[in-house]
């Protein structure tokens, strides 16, 4: 079974500029996350999609950042535009269902805002 | 909200055993999960503890108790290829991870 997929894995772009970010989940997972993790902290929580409605998204910054998934199946997360702070590691994962079960996480985009 | 507490570090010798302690409080709860993180590498799920007690997967074993709001995660038989960041996470209908605990273990 293949695992979660992102790409690009690394990107460096300058403040104020745009980026995106593509995941494609495993297959028949109905749940897709994107999570931000910050160098030495735990993954956060960006937005939480199940098919392709959005379950949560409280903690994404809804001024700049944006993300949807279409057909119930790939997701982008974009950022537009970028700030310093957002210099982390994006990291998108999938479930069968949502609440406690297990989540599958996929290899992750390092992201540098010079 | 949810918060979860976690020591930030650890420091055992191969062969040893090692029990990272996780409080939380949150506002709904499903569970408390458990994940490792190699570095530079993406999470991956350990255990999951719905309902009170132990639960026990090979070297690794993951305890809960919802009426102290604490469970936590007993390594043992410590392996070099334990060293990792070990995260808790309180579920309701999503997961809140904590700061995470490093696991360094020395030869």
């Known amino acids: 079974e293949a695992g979660v997929a992102q790409s690009p894995r690394y990107k460096i772009i300058e403040k104020r500029q745009s980026v995106a970010f593509w995941c494609n989940p495993i297959?028949?997972?109905?749940?897709l996350y994107w999570y931000q993790q910050i160098l030495g902290q735990g993954p956060k929580l960006l937005i939480q999609?199940?098919?392709?409605?959005?379950?949560?998204d409280s903690q994404l910054p809804k001024d700049r950042f944006s993300a949807e998934r279409l057909k119930g199946v790939d997701s982008t997360l974009k950022i537009q535009p970028a700030k310093l702070e957002d210099s982390a590691v994006y990291l998108c994962?999938?479930?069968?269902?949502?609440?406690?079960?297990?989540?599958?996480f996929g290899p992750g985009t390092r992201l540098t805002v010079l | 909200g949810q918060s979860l507490e976690q020591p930030s570090e650890v420091t055992a010798v191969e062969g040893a055993i090692v029990q990272i302690n996780c409080t939380y409080q949150?506002?709904?709860?499903?569970?408390l999960s458990w994940y490792q993180q190699h570095d530079g590498g993406a999470p991956t799920f350990l255990s999951y503890?719905?309902?009170?007690g132990l639960e026990e997967t090979g070297r690794f074993s993951s305890f809960l108790s919802r009426s102290d709001s604490y469970g936590y995660l007993l390594l043992q038989e410590l392996q070099m290829k334990d060293s990792a960041s070990y995260f808790c996470?309180?579920?309701?209908?999503?997961?809140?991870f904590g700061a995470g605990t490093t696991v360094t273990v020395r030869a």
């Open positions: 503890n719905g309902l009170d």
């Open positions: 949150t506002s709904g709860f499903y569970g």
């Open positions: 297959s028949g997972h109905a749940t």
């Open positions: 994962a999938s479930s069968p269902r949502g609440g406690g079960s297990e989540q599958f």
């Open positions: 999609f199940q098919n392709n409605g959005v379950v949560d």
């Open positions: 996470a309180v579920s309701d209908y999503k997961l809140s």
